[in-house]
């Protein structure tokens, strides 16, 4: 997750094209190196490794740049996820499922942007935006789609939750903070643009969620630590800790215990989502516990080496059965996914996207083409996996 405000600063080549990458200096001595790509619509830069160690060592990574934005505003670019090993291990008392999951954050995002008021009210728009109907192009702003996805803007959503549950924690610890009506109560107005698909296995919500622990920590001057946030982020949703990161990692617990995995970005990976969702707890109440779990050992390895081939053998999603008894769209995108020539391919989280590792994006993004020809009504991107400093920081 990556930030930006009106006061960093950093220096931008006037004009560039294309895919490339460039080396800029952050701070005296420090180097920050990123991926560009430029097309008509906008502008991406991509954050893809560090030699500063205020980036590289940071939970809260301060992007340099970020437009139109005062001292009370905030811009943050919320990344999705893909899981590329999803394992059940047993129930758990409280009803949860004890797991072994490995994520990565991938280069599809949700942007949003917070205002601190002192009206202590929380306010919530958002704008729902479909990806071009040109499939074989990375993601960019299309048509509003407002019929498919029907997704709260009150408290039942996890942005509002997040910061109800922020202005508690500051409460308890007798923290006054900033942007406060005068009872001491903070505002916050949020603009939500979203991409990610819902109910779709790529924790849209649970990033979102991340998102606004984070804004509001800095907004409204909290200064939680990271600790404080990830217990936080827990009580919202066993993926939110996740997000708080981002990058490659092993989730355990129900998903809050999260351990980074260093592992090169860059993975091309096609998402494709039909047009109908499923519910998480529906998914978890049709699954079977495994006899003899798989070891994640070999995933892990796979992953760390950062090579496709590898990290397709070693694919694995014990939620996919259900789903795919559950709905008959989950069993169709893998008979698609078999006619691609992706190295791998499994459905994500509880679905129902899908989504298949291709050696390179050229490839994913013919596949994409031809995916999208066959399957009008999916929603198709084409992404790169993260690193745990590789977001979107413009």
Known sequence: MV???????????????????AQLTAEPKQLIQIAYHNDKLHRRLYLVNSSCPSVSSSFEILVMLVR?????????????????????????????HELE??????????????????????????????PARSAGRDNRDGIADTQNELIPTDERNLIIKALILLRRIASQNNSEGTGTDRNGVPGMDVQLKKRIPSAAGLGGASSNAAAALLAGNKLWNLHLSHQQLAEAAAEIGSDVPFFLTGGMAMCRGRGEKVSAIQSP??????????????????????CRLPATPRSSMQAIASVQTGRADLIAGSLLNRLQ??????LEEIGKLEDEFSEL?????????????YCGLFRNRAIARAAATRLSARWPALKVHCVTSLSRSGELIA
């Open 3 to 21: 930030f930006g405000h009106k006061n960093d600063k950093l220096r931008l080549p006037h004009s560039y094209d294309g895919d490339h990458r």
């Open 321 to 326: 059965p259900a789903a795919a008894g559950l």
């Open 101 to 130: 999951t490995i994520m990565t954050t991938v280069s599809l995002f949700d942007q949003l942007s917070f205002s601190s008021n002192r009206s202590g009210r929380l306010n919530l728009s958002m704008e729902l935006v479909e």
């Open 265 to 286: 970005a860059g993975l091309s990976i096609l998402i494709a989502k039909p047009p109908v969702g499923l519910s998480t707890p529906r998914v978890f109440s049709q």
């Open 68 to 96: 139109n934005l005062s001292a009370n505003q905030l811009r943050v670019s919320a990344p999705a996820k893909v899981n590329l090993y999803l394992e059940l291990l047993g129930k758990r008392p409280d009803g949860f």
């Open 341 to 353: 020539p992706c190295l791998g391919h499994q459905m994500s989280g509880s679905g129902t996207s």
